[in-house]
């Protein structure tokens, strides 16, 4: 495994890497949502880029760049055993050098959601996973559902501008309590972490009444709020029942429907979702 940290040398490398090569993008701190990435990654092609960059222009003023958890000695052991060919960890001015001022951005699914919520969020990602398409050339990329706005957002750049690159979105990996993994999950006190299974238990509501025929887009939301109400710690930011293609609010929750939420439990701010 190579850990390379400079652009010029992971594109010289590149180059002597058998084809198909897998690219998974994450932001270090890794756990087995990651490794369920990569581990798939490995087995549909025959070299595998991962790369760890916690990324400052998805961060807003305020947001938790600074304090994002970071272990890199960790992480490398955990990769190692996953038969990774090189791992990228960039300084943020070999990603964007000095000068650097042009960016990427999916006008319309970039603006709602987690968009809405995080001005800027998006233009960010979209700009640092087209940095990387460009370093790496994979035939294949990976993404978790986990982030189901950001991989829709991913899949329409690689039609619109990588139609050599395929993205591959996979299920969230959850705990036991079916709490989403996040690197984000490690802010969370053990009052906290017990409060934040609420997420999860607002989205399965949701999908119960849905099986059991509740149609009404509205009503599912109004009861995933229920729920979430009933927990002292959660502060909800937003409830969603959207068509994935579009992102736009549903009347009606016809099949796919992306069904989302973002709640701060204290301090830290989380995200989970279902498809129905
Ligand atoms: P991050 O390091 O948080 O930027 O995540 C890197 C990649 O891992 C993204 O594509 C995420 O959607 C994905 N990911 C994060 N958490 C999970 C999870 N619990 N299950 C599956 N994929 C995940």
């Known amino acids: 495994m190579r850990v390379v940290e400079k652009a010029a040398e ?8 058998p084809v198909p090569v897998g690219l998974v993008p994450t932001m270090g701190c890794l756990h ?5 990435l990569v581990r798939q990654a490995r087995d549909d ?3 595998l880029v991962i790369s760890i960059f916690v990324n400052p222009t998805q961060f807003g003023p305020g947001e938790d760049y ?13 990769l190692e055993k996953e038969g990774v060919d090189i791992v990228f960890l960039p300084s943020a001015t ?15 699914l970039s603006r709602r959601l987690e968009g809405a919520s995080r001005p800027g969020h998006f233009r960010g990602v979209a700009t640092v996973v087209a940095r990387l398409f460009d370093l790496v050339r994979p035939g294949k990329a990976y993404f978790g559902q986990k982030d189901a706005q950001q ?3 991913i899949s329409s750049i690689a039609a619109d501008l990588y139609p050599g690159v395929e993205v591959i979105t996979l299920p969230t990996v959850r705990e036991a309590d079916g709490m989403a993994m996040s690197s984000r999950n490690s802010y969370l006190s053990p009052d906290e972490r017990r409060a934040a299974a609420v997420l999860y238990r607002a989205l399965s509501r949701a999908r119960e009444l849905w099986q ?12 995933m709020t229920a729920v979430l109400r009933k927990e002292p710690l959660a502060v909800v930011d937003y409830v969603s029942v959207a068509d994935p293609a579009t992102l736009e609010e549903m009347e009606t929750a016809s099949s796919p429907a992306l069904v989302s939420l973002a709640v701060k439990i204290g301090a830290t701010r989380l995200i989970d979702n279902i498809l129905l």
């Open 32 to 36: 087995e949502g990651h490794l369920s």
């Open 10 to 17: 992971l594109e010289r490398l590149r180059l002597e890497l």
């Open 212 to 223: 059991e025929g509740e149609g009404s887009a509205s009503n599912l939301r109004w009861e």
């Open 66 to 78: 600074a304090s994002y958890p970071r272990d890199e000695a960790r992480d490398l052991t955990l």
């Open 151 to 153: 991989a829709i957002i």
């Open 94 to 108: 070999e990603i964007y050098p000095p000068g650097f001022d042009s960016y990427v951005e999916v006008a319309g």
């Open 45 to 47: 092609n025959n070299s």
